[in-house]
């Protein structure tokens, strides 16, 4: 049973205290430099799911905890100077609420007037939360899966994991291979939502003819998952276990096909995490593509398919990757078109930040894989039951683009964005092809 | 000492102190917390970072144009851009008082803002300057015509009314039962429309002509003023002077220079 009933004071203050030991200047600007002209919210995916879900009505628990923690004068005179924490239950759930409708999509960053990422307070709210007992409990469960390292411990994973390898081997894929130059890093979570992409992934190393190898079994559920409710030492956990793993086959560069939050976290953020570099270069293979593709080391045959892109908000605003996949994809498809809001302000499918994971259809698609029932209590249930309405209507903005597009195939590059854009584009009523770029691309490969 | 003299004479140099150390205190807290992040930025021409970095700056206003036409309008050009930033840095006299304390200040003399369309009617059709025991008059403004609506009041009301508009605002808000709203949101505003409402009433002899009240309301508007300028660091005012650069310079190297998101 989820600890969702359960609500402890002293819980509350270690969280807050925790959360307040992470303090850095970003964060302290993002805490304390807001004015409340609330412009984040005409950009945020939540905002047409209720004003309230604004960022900078999202970020303000975790300021009122700042606060409380770092400011004399809000010490001193906690009702003026916004400093609070919550007292029952019900206000714990009401914070939880606003945490869990962050996608950490970066767009309130780029609409801030001040260069605000309500995003990244966000992610730090929800530590406070899970050290407060407030945490989806099917996250909770694939973080802990993660951290312990087995991640094929469920007959379940084991077996599609080993189907997914059988098809890899016929692809002449080696497996753990010392002196490998290239590794790639598949997750758990991309075996079962987006298998196509790693069999994809396979299909353009071989053909780029790259010295390469890959783990026997996922070193992660979608590394580093604990970062979805910001708990760094567990994320740290994770992360040496990924840079050990891969000093021990030797490789220069690891490549990923998972441009969600998994390319972003190791390309950027995990070398300060960590202190030090990483020891190898972090590439997402739309880089290899691109690449090939203009140095003409690579052609691919030409489909007449009507094809559109989906930025990633993590592979595109926040990792920098924002025309290169339009430019690999301008070049496998006739009838490319890009999205309305296509740029530094792509509109955000809506699921992103852990949030399309954790709600009633995925719980129900678990159960069923697991065999199991997963057990929620009603408290948690009820706010999942509302998540799932909310993700619907935050998803609403991308669908409307993808169907004025008149895209038949919608191409991405993200675990997440795949499988909200699966539940949306059908709750939404627009039949649409959801592909990765791997799966995609590797279709057209020349034989 | 009557409160006028206090304020212009006495005040603000231990104004200026105060905020000095506010803002040392404000600014070494980010120092001392930096880190330095050990990551390989993504390679990006040096031009389009230069062209991102004006679009950094541009892109919420662009936004805020197109998509929040009533705070883009009040809140961004009545308050701030037509409002206070030219009332504060180029009425006339308040280049008077900064040049008194601070000379090199002078050097924005031309470029002052009478305080009313009838003063700057003087600048068209007065055909000798005007006597006057300060070192320059307004009369040598280089605004020329436009100070019939480049003047004081217009701009008072202005910004008054873009005060308003924020307040209305919060309290909207408020009344939603926002969280993020909080008391000090009302005190700053209070504060800033109080500055205003003396001033205004200053320049207009207001409530009385005597020079009794005239030195009482104009000295309560420089002593809110020097306030407001003590508690600056401390407040949501500190955007103008920090809060603002830091951000968008910030999100410039992290999106865009660092990420390479162009």
């Known amino acids: ?447 | 000492m009557d409160i006028l003299n206090l304020a212009i004479y006495t005040l603000p140099p231990y104004v200026v102190a105060l905020f000095a150390l506010g803002a040392a205190y404000r600014v070494s807290r980010y120092i001392f917390l930096s880190r330095r992040a050990p990551v390989k930025r993504r390679s990006r021409p040096a031009s389009k970072l230069l062209i991102g970095l004006v679009k950094t700056f541009l892109d919420p206003l662009i936004i805020g144009a197109r998509l929040r036409k009533p705070e883009f309008i009040s809140g961004l050009m009545m308050l701030h851009i037509l409002g206070v930033i030219p009332l504060i840095f180029l009425l006339g006299q308040h280049v008077a008082m900064f040049s008194y304390w601070f000379p090199p200040y002078s050097v924005l003399q031309p470029l002052s803002i009478p305080s009313s369309a009838t003063s700057s009617a003087l600048t068209l059709t007065a055909p000798v300057r005007p006597a006057s025991e300060m070192a320059w008059s307004f009369v040598g403004s280089v605004w020329g015509p436009l100070t019939i609506v480049l003047n004081g009041d217009l701009l008072a009301i202005l910004a008054m009314l873009g005060v308003a508009y924020k307040l209305g605002d919060k309290v909207w808000r408020a009344y939603k039962r926002m969280i993020h709203i909080r008391p000090g949101d009302f005190a700053a505003l209070l504060l800033l429309l109080a500055i205003l409402v003396t001033g205004f009433m200053a320049t207009h002899h207001l409530p009385s002509g005597d020079i009794v009240t005239y030195r009482l309301v104009l000295g309560t508007h420089i002593i809110l003023a020097e306030i407001l300028v003590v508690i600056l660091p401390f407040t949501k005012f500190w955007h103008f002077v920090f809060g603002y650069w830091y951000g968008k310079l910030h999100e410039w190297y992290d999106l865009k220079y660092r990420r390479g998101a162009l």
């Open chain 1, 1 to 447: 049973m989820s600890s969702w009933e359960v609500f402890g004071y002293d819980a509350v203050k270690a969280g807050a205290r925790a959360v307040v030991g992470r303090l850095n200047p970003v964060l302290l600007h993002f805490v304390e430099n807001c004015v409340g002209c609330a412009l984040c919210e005409v950009n945020c995916p939540y905002t047409p799911a209720g004003e309230e879900y604004g960022p900078v009505e999202k970020a303000e628990p975790l300021r009122k905890i700042v606060r409380g923690q770092v400011f004399l004068s809000a010490r001193l005179l906690p009702q003026l100077f916004g400093a609070k924490l919550p007292r029952t239950a019900e206000e714990l759930d009401r914070w939880a609420e606003l945490a869990y409708r962050c996608t950490n999509c970066g767009l309130c960053y780029t609409t801030c007037p001040f260069g605000i990422h309500s995003g990244t307070m966000i992610s730090h709210l929800r530590y406070f939360l899970l050290m407060s007992g407030r945490v989806p409990t099917l996250l909770k469960m694939m973080m802990d899966l993660e951290v312990s390292g087995n991640i094929l411990s469920a007959e379940a994973f084991s077996r599609v994991w080993s189907e997914l390898a059988e098809k890899l081997k016929g692809l002449g894929v080696t497996f753990d291979r010392k002196g490998a130059k290239y590794v790639y890093l598949p997750s758990l979570a991309e075996a079962l939502i987006t298998p196509g992409a790693i069999v994809g992934t396979a299909k353009i190393l071989n053909k780029l003819g790259l010295d390469w190898t890959m783990p026997g079994k996922p070193l992660s559920v979608r590394a580093p998952i604990a970062g979805l409710v910001g708990d760094s030492e567990a994320v740290l956990e994770v992360t040496k276990r990924v840079v050990d793993y891969v000093a021990e086959v030797g490789a220069s560069t690891v490549v990923l096909s998972d441009g969600g939050y998994p390319y972003r976290f190791f390309r950027f953020d995990a070398p300060a995490l960590l202190g030090k570099p990483l020891g190898f270069e972090v590439v997402h293979i739309v880089e290899l593509l691109h690449e090939a593709l203009k140095k003409g080391g690579l052609n691919l045959k030409e489909t007449d398919r009507k094809v559109t892109w989906h930025s990633p908000c993590q592979l595109g605003r926040m990792s920098g990757f924002i025309e290169e996949p339009v430019e690999v994809l301008s070049s496998a498809s006739k009838n490319f078109v890009k999205l309305e809001s296509h740029g530094l302000f792509s509109k955000c499918c809506g699921g992103g930040n852990g949030i399309a994971c954790v709600v009633p259809p995925t719980l129900e698609m678990f159960e069923k894989l697991l065999g199991t029932r997963i057990p929620v209590s009603e408290r948690e249930k009820a706010f999942l039951d509302k998540l799932y309405k909310d993700i619907l209507v935050a998803g609403k903005a991308k669908v409307d683009e993808i169907k004025k597009s008149g895209a038949q195939i919608v191409v991405t590059a993200c675990v997440g964005c795949v499988h909200t854009l699966n539940m949306t584009t059908k709750a939404h009523g627009v039949e649409v092809e959801i592909k990765t770029l791997p799966e995609f691309i590797a279709d057209l490969l020349p034989g």
